[in-house]
């Protein structure tokens, strides 16, 4: 799998080792990219933006809001979390669908997004 991230070079063959520290850190910007392929991938984003709602998330949670999306293959397969996410929960969800674990699915209420 290949991660791509706003400031940080793609790393194709990612490792799980590679992914979390990548993702611990700050240096990748706001956002990265897992993919299979073009069609098959989770990817998040920070939604920070200068409103009360993004301020009290921030501090209700010790991190940005970020939006979670993942796509399994076509453009009817593209969901996005219906809420906010912490950037640890980000790390898992990568760490997860690196792994091939598909679990990590059910822990969201998710809404297709519109293409």
């Not at 098959?40 to 200068?50: E, H, K, L």
Request: charged letters at 30%; glycine letters at 2%; a negative charge.
């Amino acid at each position: 799998m290949t991660l791509t991230c706003e400031d940080h070079d793609p790393i194709d063959d990612v490792s799980e080792k590679q992914l979390d520290e990548i993702l611990s850190s700050d240096v990748f910007g706001k956002f990265a990219i897992l993919s299979n392929s073009d069609s098959a991938f989770i990817q998040a984003a920070s939604d920070w933006q200068p409103t009360d709602e993004c301020a009290a998330f921030l501090e209700a949670n010790d991190s940005d809001p970020w939006l979670l999306e993942r796509r399994d293959g076509s453009d009817d397969t593209h969901f996005r979390v219906q809420s906010y996410v912490t950037l640890d929960v980000v790390r898992a969800a990568f760490k997860a669908y690196l792994s091939g674990d598909t679990r990590w699915q059910t822990d969201f209420v998710w809404e297709r997004v519109a293409t």
